[in-house]
């Protein structure tokens, strides 16, 4: 498996330079076609709607709004222009690559449902690329990563700025014998063949009966993966999610593996859970997959 194409949906400046260059990174190397989505929010009654960049906007002054999403979309369309020159990054039609091109992208435009088209959409690529959160993670990119992982069946990767997945040297799998998991290791093995160090963590508490690391480990062995397997039993005075990370930190971990929304999204948005704190505190590359 490899990934050959790539969906990076495009909405603020600052989260669309940091999704594209974790894109470009990867598809340097596996020669692969970005898609660079800006979708346009539909309008829809009565008079107030949603807008992807956190106002609202009332019917009646349709024409203001449009020349705004107009304004806005011409200049994120520069900034992925810039972005693939910056990138080298060559700009062809998605159905024109080739392998032999290396790296190639380019510019989508649609109007629909935000962000419920954008899950719909990356049904046919590979793997979606965000940006990590830079201080508070805004409801918008909550709903979009959730549309993403719920939706469209395919692997996310969430990139903090200062890093670069694409050349992921250690990597952590967090492993709870889900299938959530389970889709997460698959889809991340590209990463997990080129990566230097490979971890495998699970966390249990005393006495609870070990996930299944030991096979997923000689499973891993057959794609030549060599792993260390280490499973964490924390004390129920403290939360699993730190002992978990404190796992990734002490492996100096450049890209988590995980599985998302193990639990309902409604248990993890009442009781808390990691996914909902990596999608608000990671602080390296997260790939999940539900």
Not at 43 to 69: C, H, W
Not at 97 to 108: N, V
Not at 259 to 278: D, K, N, P, Q
Request: aromatic fraction near 6%; proline fraction near 4%; glycine fraction near 4%.
């Amino acid at each position: 498996m490899t990934f050959k194409s790539i969906l990076v949906p495009v909405f603020e400046e600052n989260a669309a330079r940091s999704a594209f260059v974790a894109a470009a990174s990867i598809a340097r190397r596996f020669d692969a076609h970005i898609v660079a989505l800006h979708v346009r929010q539909r309008p829809t009654p009565p008079n107030v709607i949603y807008f992807p960049l956190g106002g609202s906007y009332p019917t009646d002054d349709d024409a203001r709004y449009k020349q705004a999403e107009d304004d806005n979309a011409a200049r994120l369309h520069a900034l992925f222009d810039d972005l693939c020159d910056n990138e080298k990054v060559g700009i062809v039609d998605l159905r024109k690559h080739a392998d032999e091109m290396g790296a190639t992208a380019s510019w989508r435009d649609e109007r629909g449902e935000v962000p419920e088209m954008i899950g719909r959409l990356a049904t046919a690529f590979d793997i979606a690329v965000v940006a990590a959160p830079e201080g508070q993670f805004s409801a918008f990119q909550e709903r979009l990563v959730e549309a993403l992982l719920f939706q469209s069946g395919r692997p996310v990767l969430m990139q903090p700025a200062a890093q670069d997945a694409g050349a992921a040297e250690r990597i952590v799998i967090a492993w709870n014998e889900s299938a959530e998991s389970a889709r997460a290791v698959a889809a991340a093995t590209p990463f997990l063949e080129a990566a230097r160090v490979v971890k495998i963590v699970t966390v249990d508490e005393p006495g609870a009966a070990s996930a299944s690391i030991n096979e997923i480990a000689a499973c891993l062995q057959l794609h030549g993966v060599e792993t260390s397997e280490v499973k964490v039993e924390h004390e129920r005075s403290e939360n699993a999610v730190d002992a978990l990370e404190r796992e990734v930190a002490e492996a100096r971990a450049d890209l988590l593996v995980m599985g998302a929304y193990s639990h309902s999204r409604w248990r993890e948005a009442l009781l808390g859970g990691f996914t909902r704190h990596v999608l608000h505190e990671a602080k390296t590359a997260v790939l999940m997959a539900r």
